[in-house]
């Protein structure tokens, strides 16, 4: 009996043991069961929010599309569920809308139109006047001789109140002029086709006819290189200028074409601050953070362009993300727009600018379309 009680406490004990288990094994089930279902429709919540969503309370978010993308299924599920603004990334501009004279080429763009019309998106026309992507015509006359001042202003007065025009109440915000001030520190306007031969005129001139084509329409400036203070000083200016002259501006374009290396947050509330006394519409119209150091004119591929998103630079643009929507979030009342310039790292103007050829990762949706871990940190504040 000594040894068999040992034995059946044993058995007894694996009894028991075997017992315990299964029920505890069975808990545990139910409950991982119970977690795992929690956590998915959690996570089937969090699928069905998008950024829009997230910032409801703060200010639209925006993308920047082509006519191709609205027709690929995957990009249009995600324009739909993520934003509520829209811009034309290229197709209203004068280039590629007015190739000839007496040519338009409407149906991209009303496209996007009509796109914008059956889901409820806002639209924001981009842009009016550029000195880039303009059509051939547009500074020569017929014998190849560069046109004067009058011509040039009277044609862009043409295109403005057609294009305007056309879209008249379908457009809530203009990007009228375009990059008008110069880079370099000693020049106050670009030295452009359109400034050598109309100087500052074609800037009023352009407002002016945005404003009768489309009376209802916020018309912006718009420019990159905002954040430095030189650059941003002119733009100040110049909304001076065009105020006490009584042009008709609502606002100032932040283009936000930044990178994991800048803006710092000061430089960005500096930003921001300076247009607060102007008291003017302020959108961010071309956001992307690009994993490279910033360049705003074309370069060789260098050694270290290696086209791969390290685990480094992936952390460096999720705390960009984080400081660059903080800071948004803390001038909610001033940004009336923020809009993504392209929809995922699947294809950016950045993947051939400044370096051909150099795959580049700025948004918050990766190759496959998927959320970052960017986007996460964006959508998670309180
Ligand atoms: C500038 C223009 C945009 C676009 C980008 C690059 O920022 O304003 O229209 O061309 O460059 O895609």
């Not at 905002?226 to 374009?253: A, D, M, Y």
């Amino acid at each position: 009996m000594k040894n068999l009680n040992p034995f059946y406490s044993n058995k007894t004990k694996g009894l028991i043991y075997i017992c315990l288990s299964a029920v505890l094994f069975a808990i545990s089930c139910t409950s991982t069961d119970s977690k795992t279902k929690n956590s998915a429709s959690s996570q089937s919540a969090l699928q069905e929010k998008g950024l829009k969503h997230y910032y409801n309370a703060y200010f639209p978010m925006g993308v920047a599309v082509s006519p191709k993308a609205l027709k690929t299924e995957s990009e249009s599920n995600l324009i739909k569920k993520h934003f509520i603004s829209m811009t034309a990334e290229n197709v209203m501009k004068m280039g590629p809308i007015h190739p000839e004279e007496s040519k338009y080429n409407w149906g991209p763009a009303d496209e996007i139109v009509a796109f914008a019309a059956e889901n409820d998106l806002m639209l924001r026309g981009h842009a009016l006047c550029w000195h880039r992507q303009f059509p051939d015509w547009m500074f020569i006359d017929k014998d190849g001789n560069q046109v004067s001042k009058e011509v040039l202003l009277q044609r862009l007065e043409t295109h403005i109140e057609h294009v305007a025009g056309r879209y008249k109440d379908k457009i809530f915000a203009w990007d009228v002029v375009n990059e008008a001030i110069s880079d370099a520190h000693d020049e106050f306007y670009r030295n452009s086709t359109w400034y050598q031969i109309c100087g500052e005129d074609y800037i009023i001139k352009a407002f002016e006819t945005a404003r009768k084509a489309a009376p209802n329409a916020l018309l912006f400036y718009n420019d990159y290189n905002v954040t430095n203070t030189v650059k941003r000083e002119k733009i100040v200016q110049l909304v001076g200028k065009l105020r006490e002259k009584g042009v008709p501006i609502n606002g100032v374009g932040i283009q936000g074409h930044w990178s994991v290396f800048e803006p710092s947050e000061s430089q960005l509330r500096a930003t921001i601050d300076s247009f607060l006394p102007l008291q003017i519409a302020l959108h961010v119209t071309e956001l992307d953070v690009s994993i490279y150091k910033k360049e705003h004119s074309r370069n060789d591929r260098k050694e270290s362009d290696t086209g791969v998103l390290t685990s480094e630079l992936a952390q460096m643009q999720i705390e960009k993300y984080n400081m660059i929507f903080s800071v948004f979030r803390d001038y909610k009342e001033e940004l009336s727009s923020v809009t993504f310039w392209n929809i995922s790292d699947r294809r950016s103007w950045l993947d051939n600018f400044p370096v051909r050829n150099r795959k580049d990762f700025p948004l918050l949706f990766d190759q496959n379309e998927v959320p970052k871990d960017a986007y996460w940190k964006v959508i998670d504040f309180k």
